[in-house]
């Protein structure tokens, strides 16, 4: 059994007595990527930013490494729907950035965050500011920069559905690329089905009004996984028993 | 940028001539409008006069505009911080640009006298407003959800201004600190024409008083002049500031 890293225990949360939320619990093993999958407006963010701290949940909590941080933001590295690279800085400072809010120094925040550029396949974007990257390069520099917040538990927040299909694809075997050397454990908030099923190791279907966990399926196919399985009768089968439940 | 100000040169040389025209065949007597070779030539022979006036101006323009822009700063940034001090004193900070500066500076002269103070005093109240309000819209403004992502990192308060408002205020910064400058120069003349020892508003009332017409545009020209570089000083600032505006999309 693998070390449980975060664990999301009963959390519900109303806004303006509306409930968004009801009963939401979940775990996230070490080195694990988890989905959470549902229909856009389902409260799939403001569950995430429950988690990241920033909001307070009405009932439950958040643990992390054993840990109560519930309504303590700056635990988790969170990555919004938007890159929200910032576009005064360049890509090797704007991937700085954690370092330089927890005090790091300017020169040894650059030198750690050049040692990663070519892992994330980012080399020779260093110099360069966000406006002159694609999509793609900026989803990945914005990963960067959600690693070096911490390399513990990672928030991604549909990260590639802003991104055309064929950007898409080559971001997602790039992004079990990069998961397998850097093993960051992950919850990844999807609408798009083939994606949830592609990268994960198990996924959580969030139903709508209010978002409660209307089940869990676990992907068995080992990783490293190519981005060929989407194309195997597995890979279907998960999809039609996923479709049957949403 | 030759090309782009081609019309514009070409529109200021054609009414030059036309002036001029005017002037050669007398539709207008010479002491009432002075032609553009008149001015040149008052402006060459004024110079070394026109220089030390110019050098009071500009020390009045630039030690106001320093006050107004550190005020003006100060004030933005406890504004967009404390929402309190926003409703308090906003519609207040309207109401001073109401005030005509030509009604402040004979007061300002009454209580500070006919030294520096006065000038400076009125150029920082002219110079402050645009400051300010460009600043505060700037901060204001800032992305949300870059705010919340530095605050999912555990930001403090001045990392959020230092790495998230203040830069992504720096363009409504530099737009109010344009204003800024301009009205620095013109706040100078103006406090000088109502009372003071030197300056190029005195140097025009001097003029004026001698029916000097030729004289009185070559100091209009000037003080034109030193507002125009003035704002070219903040534009070439600003982009100093700001390499990633005009950025061409390469991958």
Known sequence: MRMKKLEVNHISKCFDGKPILQDISITLNQGELVSLLGVSGGGKTTLFNIIAGLLPPDEGNVILNGKDITNQPGQISYMMQKDLLLPYRTIEDNAALPLLLKGVNKRDARTQVSLLFAQFGLEGTQKKYPAQLSGGMRQRAALLRTYLFSQDVALLDEPFSALDTLTKRSIHQWYLDVMEKIQLTTLFITHDIDEAILLSDRIYLLSGNPGRIAAEIVIQEPKPRRDDFSLTPEFLEYKRKILSLL | ?251
């Open chain 2, 1 to 251: 940028m030759l090309k782009h100000n081609l019309p514009s040169t070409l529109a200021v040389v054609f009414l030059l001539l036309i002036w001029q025209f005017v002037c050669i065949i007398g539709l207008v007597p010479a002491y009432m409008l002075p032609s553009p070779v008149d001015v040149v030539w008052a402006f060459v022979s004024e110079w070394p006069l026109l220089w030390d006036h110019a050098m009071i101006t500009l020390q009045e323009a630039f030690i106001g505009l320093f006050f107004g822009v550190c005020i003006g700063f100060v004030a933005a940034i406890l504004m967009d911080r404390f929402d309190l001090l926003y409703k308090a004193f906003y519609p207040l900070l309207i109401i001073t640009q109401t005030i005509p500066s030509v009604a402040i500076a004979p007061l300002l002269v009454l209580w500070f006298g006919y030294e520096m103070t006065p000038k400076i005093i009125l150029i920082v109240i002219s110079t402050f407003f645009p400051i300010t309000v460009g600043l505060l819209e700037g901060l204001r403004s800032a992305d949300r959800d870059a705010i919340a992502l530095l605050r999912s990192m555990g930001a403090t308060q001045w990392q959020i201004y230092r790495y998230i408002k203040l830069p992504s205020a720096l363009p409504q910064f530099f737009s109010g600190l344009r204003i800024a400058a301009a009205y620095s120069v013109v706040g100078a003349v103006i406090s000088e024409w109502l009372g003071g020892f030197g300056g190029l508003g005195v140097y025009m009332t001097r003029v004026k008083k001698a029916f000097a017409f030729d004289k009185m545009f070559a100091v209009i020209f000037l003080i034109s002049a030193i507002s125009l570089l003035l704002m070219a000083l903040v534009e070439l600032a600003e982009r100093k500031c700001m390499p990633y505006r005009n950025l061409d999309k390469k991958n």
